[in-house]
């Protein structure tokens, strides 16, 4: 998540094949704006008509017992860190995607999959909430879904192939929580 003076909206509900370009702070205040957009793109998916992001959480849950929730987090987080490819943003423009665009495209940055993530965890009934964080006394550079198993919030790291459930980047030095 790099924040910088333009964002894009791409895919928007009303128009998916437009997108809408709008101001931004290069600060905090732009990171919590983008954390917004991102949940709204959330709320959107989980309430769209054409269910997109239902009938892939219906989809990627049919080999998961029913009732292990554990198990259906384990699914959701490893398609969207293994099936969507990371791809970064163009130099200082931040894209924000819709659900439905990220799984049509079936590439997005950190801030694309992690609104993925969130919508088809909220979608399977699961609590999700977006994690800014800065790395090494930085500024917040990137984001993270969490979710809760039992009374922990757990990390889920999506652009890094192959790791777990409860996997956090070292040298986390600053982190804001939002919830979806």
């Given amino acids: 998540m790099h924040v910088n003076r333009t964002l894009r909206h791409l895919g928007d509900s009303a128009t998916p094949t437009t997108a809408r370009l709008q101001g931004i702070p290069d600060n905090d205040s732009g990171t919590f704006q983008t954390l917004r957009i991102m949940r709204n793109f959330v709320h959107s998916a989980i309430r769209a008509p054409d269910q997109v992001v239902r009938g892939a959480v219906i989809k990627i849950l049919s080999g998961v ?13 490893a398609f969207v860190r293994d099936q969507i490819r990371y791809m970064m943003d163009p130099e200082d423009i931040e894209l924000v995607q819709t659900c439905e665009k990220t799984l049509e495209l079936r590439t997005g ?19 999700a909430r977006f994690s800014a964080v ?34 956090c980047p070292p040298g986390v030095t600053k982190a804001y929580f939002l919830k979806v």
């Fill in 134 to 167: 800065g790395l090494n006394g930085e500024g917040f550079s990137h984001v993270l879904v969490q979710t809760r198993i039992a009374e922990s919030w757990i990390w889920l790291e999506t652009i890094l192939a192959g790791v777990p459930a409860g996997w």
């Fill in 109 to 127: 940055d950190c801030d694309d999959k992690s609104t993925l993530l969130a919508a088809m965890l909220k979608t399977a009934g699961h609590p």
């Fill in 65 to 77: 017992v029913p009732r292990d929730w554990s198990g259906e987090i384990r699914a959701l987080h």
